[in-house]
Structures are given as C-alpha cells and as structure tokens.
C-alpha cells in the first residue's frame, strides 16, 4: 500500500514539475479599465490618415474577463501602435510585471493570443530591447477565432524600415526587453482582439 502511495506522490510530482516548466510568465491579460492617452493603460495612437480605437471586450474573451479590442483602419503611409511595457508615454501601461524583476535567462519566446477574421491583415508585434532598438516579427489574420502565436526571441528582425533616434543599433536583441507594440499593417481595416501575452521557455 506504501509503494502505492509514493508511486501516485511521485506521478503528483512529476506532473507539478511538467506544469511549471509549461507555465509562461503572464505580462499582460488586458483585465480593467484600458484607456489611452497620457495617463493610459495602453499607449496607443495612430497617424496620417490612419485611425485605430482601442476598448476592453468583455464578449471574446481568452482569459480573463476581457480581451484588447483593436478597431482599426490603417492606410498606405499610415501608421498605428497598440504598445504595452516600460518607458512609453502612456503612465500607467507598465506590465504586470517590471523587468528587472524578470529572471531573462528562464525566458526565450514571447507568446500572445490574437482572434482572427481571416481577413489576411498582416500584424507586425514589435518588441523594444534594452537599447531601445526595435525587433520585429509578423503575423498573418489568416485563421477564425483565437489562436496562439508563439515567437522566439531569436526569430525577431531587426526593423530596417524605422528605429528610435535613441537606438542603440547593435544588432544586439539586448535583454532585458522593455516593450512591446502589436500594429496592424496597411491598408488594412477592421476588428482583431488580443489577450494573454507571455514570456516562454521553449
Ligand atoms: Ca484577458
Ligand atoms: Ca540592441
């Protein structure tokens, strides 16, 4: 009966163990009041020509009881940003956690959740490293409904098209990243919603 009781504790383990190595790190699940502007939640604008609304959806939902609802209509030689993190205009759009908090070497992906219309908008996610260059992946509205897209850090590129003048343009992915922005790409129009951002170890 003994040996039962160890092999069921040891089975107990072995699946705690599993669980925590499957866990990400939660940086943002976009729960409360999501307002922009200077004392935002989210840093968010758009500009010439293009236009982007961002609310809280309570009616899909990954996780949580709300989802980043992003209405947009971005044209050719426009531009748009939905940005979450540190060192951003909008005051209150840090993540849930800072940083420096974050032990990077237990993190090599960052993950988001994205609900789509198979509207073929292409999605640029942007992630600011510590020099404040920016690293870019995209992803296609190609599917119907939520679906994780999962990035290792290593397949971000460099932006070629834009940098901060503050860069450092290394070509250096410098950790720790400080931020990160999800912009959908002209011309595009239309609805996407965003939940559950994470860091993983792949
Ligand atoms: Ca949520
Ligand atoms: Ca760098």
């Given at each position: 009966?003994?040996?039962?009781?160890?092999?069921?504790?040891?089975?107990?383990?072995?699946?705690?163990?599993?669980?925590?190595?499957?866990?990400?790190?939660?940086?943002?699940?976009?729960?409360?009041?999501?307002?922009?502007?200077?004392?935002?939640?989210?840093?968010?604008?758009?500009?010439?020509?293009s236009?982007?609304?961002?609310?809280a959806?309570?009616?899909?939902?990954?996780?949580?009881?709300?989802?980043?609802?992003?209405?947009?209509?971005?044209?050719?030689?426009?531009?748009?940003?939905?940005?979450?993190?540190?060192?951003?205009?909008?005051?209150?759009?840090?993540?849930?956690?800072?940083?420096?908090?974050?032990?990077?070497?237990?993190?090599?992906?960052?993950?988001?959740?994205?609900?789509?219309?198979?509207?073929?908008?292409?999605?640029?996610?942007?992630?600011?490293?510590?020099?404040?260059?920016?690293?870019?992946?995209?992803?296609?509205?190609?599917?119907?409904?939520?679906?994780?897209?999962?990035?290792?850090?290593?397949d971000?590129?460099?932006?070629?098209?834009?940098?901060?003048?503050?860069?450092?343009?290394?070509?250096?992915?410098?950790?720790?990243?400080?931020?990160?922005?999800?912009?959908?790409?002209?011309?595009?129009?239309?609805?996407?919603?965003f939940?559950?951002?994470?860091?993983?170890?792949?």
């Amino acid at each position: 009966m003994k040996k039962i009781v160890f092999s069921i504790t040891g089975v107990l383990m072995l699946a705690a163990i599993c669980f925590a190595q499957d866990k990400g790190l939660l940086l943002d699940d976009f729960e409360g009041a999501l307002s922009g502007g200077p004392d935002g939640t989210v840093d968010f604008g758009a500009g010439n020509g293009s236009s982007l609304e961002v609310t809280a959806a309570a009616d899909i939902v990954h996780s949580g009881k709300q989802s980043l609802k992003a209405n947009f209509d971005a044209v050719t030689g426009g531009y748009m940003y939905i940005a979450k993190g540190f060192g951003l205009d909008a005051k209150n759009s840090a993540w849930l956690v800072k940083p420096q908090d974050i032990d990077w070497k237990k993190y090599n992906a960052i993950s988001f959740y994205m609900f789509g219309a198979d509207t073929k908008t292409k999605v640029a996610i942007d992630i600011k490293d510590n020099g404040n260059e920016m690293w870019r992946f995209m992803v296609t509205d190609d599917f119907k409904g939520w679906k994780k897209t999962v990035i290792p850090f290593k397949d971000f590129f460099v932006r070629g098209d834009w940098q901060p003048d503050n860069a450092d343009k290394n070509a250096v992915l410098d950790l720790p990243i400080k931020s990160y922005q999800l912009e959908p790409l002209p011309p595009a129009k239309g609805t996407l919603y965003f939940d559950q951002v994470e860091l993983e170890q792949l």
